[in-house]
């Protein structure tokens, strides 16, 4: 992919250019590590009217993946379907990662269990407020733990059809809210988490 049309940093046309790759740390829906998996990585030249932004980069994350954390939302939900839903301890559900595991263990303590959640309840909490799937009256009909187990329910069944191949489960919400948003047209934001240099340049 390109952005010779449109920089989604500065809005300017043929200027953000490939500017290399950088990896990052990455266990995927299966439970594999990768230590080393690579990013690309872009480069703004402040060609359009938006300014401050020359000489800053930006990195095209694939939609399995949440900004600044090494497990895929794939993954995350898993692991909360198995704690939340199937009800298993903590260390019931750290065994059950570990029989996944290909090689190196992931060792997921107290701490790990409600960043998951905490990032899962910032989504829900931008569906409600943004209302994009109000067919889905259900959001408003359940709260704490219900709505945290209708929610992983509803991201593993929805599908996106916003893209020329459909693509389902837990990363297609994600996607499909980003490109309601607009996508890197407008510097959409992404359903799980935020990355740091869209802060303050959404328009």
Do not use: W
């Not at 939609?63 to 600044?68: D, E, G, I, M, N």
């Amino acid at each position: 992919m390109n952005f010779d049309d449109h920089c989604p940093l500065c809005k300017g046309k043929d200027c953000a250019k490939f500017h290399g790759y950088y990896t990052r740390k990455v266990v995927d829906e299966n439970s594999t590590y990768f230590k080393e998996f690579p990013i690309a990585r872009f480069k703004c030249y402040g060609k359009g009217f938006i300014k401050g932004c020359k000489g800053r980069t930006f990195s095209l994350l694939p939609y399995q993946l949440v900004p600044y954390i090494k497990y895929s939302i794939p993954f995350i939900l898993k692991v909360l379907k198995a704690r939340h839903i199937e009800g298993l301890s903590i260390y019931r559900v750290q065994e059950y990662i570990d029989s996944l595991c290909e090689g190196d263990i992931l060792t997921l303590d107290a701490d790990q269990f409600l960043y998951f959640r905490l990032l899962v309840e910032g989504a829900i909490g931008k569906i409600l407020v943004e209302n994009n799937y109000k067919e889905n009256k259900k959001f408003f009909e359940f709260t704490g733990e219900e709505l945290l187990k209708y929610f992983i329910h509803f991201a593993e069944d929805f599908s996106c059809h916003k893209i020329d191949v459909c693509i389902r489960g837990p990363c297609s919400l994600g996607l499909d809210y980003y490109l309601t948003g607009g996508g890197y047209l407008n510097n959409a934001y992404f359903l799980f988490g935020t990355p740091y240099q869209f802060i303050g340049l959404t328009l």
